[in-house]
Nanobody, 120 residues
Framework: QLVESGGGLVQAGGSLRLSCAAS????????MAWFRQAPGKDREFVGG????????YYSNSVKGRFTVSREKAKNTVYLQMNSLRSEDTAIYYC???????????????WGQGTQVTVSS
């Protein structure tokens, strides 16, 4: 089970940190990733991290602004979002799946999502 938290309303240029707490064991080969879905749009990949080695990868739209990290002792993954823009407004989802992938279908476990709204 994946449970996200930390969403909210923030002004453009501001920062927000999302958390995703996982219950049960996470295997080293698992990728923990963040996706987002804006109204009327498809769910899109944001960034991911390999649970074992901690390697990260990002979509071009957030590279340099967002950072994915994990804390193994707490079974938690984070998404630090800086320099937020109005176009970052979406529901953000945590997911577990295949490392290196950005495809929704390759992530089998999902959280319920948390709303992030960026006001301009």
């Amino acid at each position: 089970q994946l449970v996200e938290s930390g969403g909210g309303l923030v002004q453009a240029g501001g920062s927000l940190r999302l958390s995703c707490a996982a219950s049960g064991r996470i295997f080293s080969s698992t990728c923990m990733a963040w996706f987002r879905q804006a109204p009327g749009k498809d769910r899109e990949f944001v960034g991911g991290i390999g649970w074992g080695a901690g390697n990260t990868y990002y979509s071009n739209s957030v590279k340099g602004r967002f950072t994915v990290s994990r804390e193994k002792a707490k079974n938690t993954v984070y998404l630090q979002m800086n320099s937020l823009r109005s176009e970052d407004t979406a529901i953000y989802y945590c997911a577990a799946g295949k490392y290196g992938s950005a495809w929704v279908r390759e992530f089998g476990s999902w959280g319920q999502g948390t709303q992030v709204t960026v006001s301009s």
